[in-house]
């Protein structure tokens, strides 16, 4: 039995779970989310694929925590996620995210734009300086720290995004279509960083994509469509 | 130093908005510094007018204003006797307009009175004073605008005088004033044997609140109060430094609205530069300490500006000729923190509901936003 079958077949070890998740928009008008069962497990990869609207990435901004289910429940390392103040900046360090538009603040440099979540953690200046060297290195970008975001290419930025949401040392790397923005050359090239950095640093990543081909190198593969999740 | 270059950089982003806040707040404050030292500069003036070589001054008890007030000058004299006492002098106020200036200052003294011993004698003799009941002596601005000169005659108000001499005091209100023998404007103004206030002199200052109580029990319709004391209590100076703080007030309010403007169009012009901050782990108190930062930089930049644009107004004003001597270049300390702080407390003051809409910004909404 491969690693990703003994895991999918039993969600106990699960870091992160959603268990009959329902959601809405619009007062209900909209049902996104019809009763989600879902789980990832530490340091293993898994992508959801499916459709555009089927609900990828609402499901992967409440298991983030960057919204609230209307039933249901999602748990972090088996405990209940509470949407409270502190809770949630003790998930923001726990959890990384990387979406398909970058998401960085254009007049910062590409140093600064990857600082941000240290500041927000209140993060010793050399200890961030280092983990930033450190994860640059790793995505070639050493040589572009004082660039501004505008000069920066797609893959570039992408990296960028890649390096920043990594830089508080997250267990968990919740990524939202990263390559979608990028051409297929580039996409394959930071596809290829992101699995190696997950691997590397024992990070659990759950990956939204429409790329199937992609989809298929992560550990699991888990089809939404109607509104729920099957695995593949 | 990234938190603060995040402050810096929405500010540089829209430099002319920003520019226009900074302008409202240093108007604002420009305006109060102005308004409240040239007032504080006359309410000096006209304390100094009284203060002059005394300690105390006596008037009538529940006056509404100085120049209602009746003293007596058989009650003067028996003051000026009183052992503890090294002088007291009767000061007769009197205002009269003439042809060109709605008002006119008039100084009933007696030849002793300072005023007329420490002034510099432009032209004319100070030992000739009060000697002739139809002479009067000019403050040098009062001069000037009454075209007069020794020698020459001048109408004020109903009546005619000679002009003795002219006088330099440093005292604006003294300089554009016209110093009358005391009987001349005890006749003038229908005072026979009153006086405004009596100014005193103490042989020793310790003595004062003994004199006061001396006073009191002396003559129970006339109050003595230190000088200190009586620009403290004296309604019409509270009314005119209240009415500074007021009028200074409502320009920074505006200048207020215009930083909590300028605040909400900030935030909602980084509705999603905030998201990407609270995803990437920013608390609240980050957020509304990015919002209030932000504001208290424009308020400090508007001070700054409007203590400079401020002090430069009240210079200027200085070597203005009609304000020759009514204006107290000199700004005190705590005006300039009162109007700083007031400037930092409003500018924050507008950045309350920014502040407080920018942390109820859902993420998951806000990044959906173009």
New interface residues.
């Given amino acids: 039995m491969s690693d990703a079958a003994q895991y999918s077949s039993s969600s106990e070890l699960a870091v992160l779970r959603a268990a009959d998740v329902w959601k809405s928009y619009d007062n209900g008008s909209i049902k996104v989310l019809n009763g989600v069962d879902f789980h990832a497990h530490a340091g293993r990869t898994v992508a959801l694929c499916g459709p555009s609207g089927c609900g990828k990435s609402t499901l992967l901004h409440l298991l983030g925590g960057l919204d609230e289910p209307d039933r249901g429940s999602i748990s972090l390392n088996g405990a209940p996620l509470r949407l409270s103040r502190s809770s949630l900046r003790l998930l923001r360090y726990q959890v990384g995210f990387v979406f398909q538009l970058h998401n960085l603040i254009p007049d910062l440099t590409l140093e600064e734009n990857c600082l941000i979540p240290t500041v927000a953690a209140g993060t010793n200046r050399r200890q961030a300086h280092a983990r930033l060297m450190q994860l640059t290195e790793r995505t070639g970008l050493t040589h572009r720290l004082d660039q501004r975001i505008q000069k920066l290419s797609g893959g570039e930025r992408q990296r960028t995004a890649l390096c920043r949401a990594l830089m508080n040392r997250p267990r968990i790397l919740l990524a939202d279509e990263p390559t979608g923005s990028l051409d297929e050359h580039t996409s394959g090239q930071v596809f290829e960083l992101l699995l190696e950095l997950v691997e590397t640093e024992g990070i659990t990543l759950v990956m939204a994509t429409h790329d199937r081909a992609l989809a298929e190198q992560c550990d699991r593969l888990v089809e939404m469509h109607d509104g729920r999740a099957y695995e593949s | 130093m990234?938190?603060f270059?995040?402050i810096v950089?929405n500010l540089?982003?829209h430099r002319v908005r920003s520019l226009i806040s900074i302008a409202g707040i240093a108007f604002s404050v420009a305006a109060m510094l102005t308004v409240v030292t040239i007032l504080q500069g006359a309410v000096a003036m006209f304390s100094g007018i009284l203060s002059s070589d005394s300690e105390l001054i006596v008037f009538e008890r529940n006056v509404s204003d100085l120049f209602f007030s009746n003293v007596p000058d058989e009650a003067v004299m028996r003051i000026g006797a009183w052992p503890t006492v090294q002088h007291a002098n009767a000061v007769l106020f009197g205002i009269v307009s003439s042809s060109d200036h709605p008002i006119i200052t008039c100084f009933g003294v007696t030849p002793s009175d300072a005023r007329i011993h420490n002034a510099t004698w432009l032209s004319g003799s100070r030992d000739d004073f009060a000697k002739d009941d139809s002479q009067v002596v000019l403050g040098e601005r009062a001069a000037e605008f009454l075209n007069a000169r020794s020698g020459s005659r001048v109408q004020i108000g109903h009546g005619s005088f000679n002009v003795l001499g002219i006088v330099r005091t440093a005292n604006g209100f003294e300089d554009g004033g016209v110093f009358m023998p005391l009987g001349t404007a005890q006749t003038f103004f229908h005072k026979q044997g009153l006086s405004s206030v009596a100014t005193v002199k103490l042989k020793n200052k310790e003595n004062a609140a003994a004199f006061e109580r001396a006073v009191q029990a002396r003559y129970p319709n006339l109050i003595a109060l230190e000088d200190k004391e009586f620009n403290q209590s004296y309604s019409q100076f509270k009314i005119l430094t209240a009415t500074a703080w007021a009028v200074g007030g409502c320009g920074l309010l505006l200048g207020g609205l215009g930083v909590a403007n300028t605040m909400i169009m900030s935030v909602f012009t980084r509705i999603?530069?905030i998201a990407?901050?609270r995803?990437?782990?920013?608390?609240?108190k980050?957020i509304a300490g990015m919002i209030f930062g932000e504001s208290a930089l424009v308020s400090v930049a508007g001070a700054a500006a409007g203590l400079l644009i401020g002090w430069m107004a009240i210079f200027a004003l200085k070597f203005v000729p009609a304000l020759h001597g009514y204006v107290d270049a000199h700004v005190r300390l705590y005006v300039m923190l009162a109007v700083v702080g007031l400037a930092c407390i409003t500018g924050i003051a507008g950045a309350l509901y920014p502040a407080f809409y920018a942390v109820r910004i859902?993420?998951?909404e806000a990044?959906r936003f173009e």
């Fill in positions: 990234i938190f270059k995040l950089t540089q982003r999603r530069e990407i901050l995803v990437n782990g920013f608390s609240n980050q859902r993420a998951v990044l």
